[in-house]
T-cell receptor, first 126, second 107 residues
Framework: QLQLQESGSGLVKPSQTLSLTCAVS??????????WSWIRQPPGKGLEWIGY?????????NPSLKSRVTISVHRSKNQFSLRLSSVTAADTAMYYC????FGFGELPKNNWFDPWGQGTLVTVSS | DIQMTQSPSSLSASVGDRVTITCRAS??????LNWYQQKPGKAPKLLIY???SLQSGVPSSFSGSGSGTDFTLTISSLQPEDFATYYC?????????FGQGTRLEIK
């Protein structure tokens, strides 16, 4: 059974870079042609998609964050990561990693997130 | 961006009730619509994908329907463990967007 676990700095100063890692266990990050995603949720609010990386290495980012986001896969470590630069208090949120499953049809349409990691809270504060 | 609007935003119901949550997209998204359940302090869990396909392991009391712009999630008979927040999500175009959530509470 595939499991995902986020880790990284829980407290980041404004203007600095947020760095998180998602460790994949119970399967290889390189198998099955899956893709991998980051999603966040500010305290008490709804879900915001950050971006995902295809098994090919192609990335898609939310345009609202695109200039600040990098998602990478580290196959030898069975992990993928998120970097978000120039953070502000608005970036305070629970950050989730998830596997992306694609159904039939034209890419990048028709996809869903399963499973999700348990999430890690990142607070941006001086 | 495609806006996803759920209704109602909150709902009170009793164990055994039949409940329906609606999700409306700001433009047609075919059947590229998924539903998630989130309990307090937990990550979202996939319930329904591609509008009407039940994720493995999810009780058959959950069902989804719709196409185009209007979608529904139905719980045929509420169980105590079903009280949670539900989100819809479109995967028709980038950026992927979620509804604002529907909080289902015990009456």
């Amino acid at each position: 059974q595939l499991q995902l676990q986020e880790s990284g700095s829980g407290l980041v100063k404004p203007s600095q870079t947020l760095s998180l890692t998602c460790a994949v266990s119970g399967g290889s990050i390189s198998s099955g042609g899956y893709s991998w995603s980051w999603i966040r949720q500010p305290p008490g609010k709804g879900l915001e998609w950050i971006g995902y990386i295809y098994h090919s290495g192609t990335t898609y980012y939310n345009p609202s964050l695109k200039s600040r986001v990098t998602i990478s896969v580290h196959r030898s470590k069975n992990q993928f990561s998120l970097r978000l630069s120039s953070v502000t208090a608005a970036d305070t949120a629970m950050y989730y990693c998830a596997r992306v499953i694609f159904g039939f049809g034209e890419l990048p349409k028709n996809n869903w997130f399963d499973p999700w990691g348990q999430g890690t809270l990142v607070t941006v504060s001086s | 961006d495609i806006q996803m609007t759920q209704s109602p935003s909150s709902l009170s119901a009793s164990v055994g009730d039949r409940v329906t949550i609606t999700c409306r997209a700001s433009q047609s998204i075919s059947n590229y619509l998924n539903w998630y359940q989130q309990k307090p302090g937990k990550a979202p869990k996939l319930l329904i994908y591609a509008a009407s396909s039940l994720q493995s392991g999810v009780p058959s009391s959950f069902s989804g329907s719709g196409s185009g712009t209007d979608f529904t999630l139905t719980i045929s008979s509420l169980q105590p463990e079903d009280f949670a927040t539900y989100y819809c999500q479109q995967s028709y175009s980038i950026p992927i967007t979620f509804g604002q959530g529907t909080r289902l509470e015990i009456k």
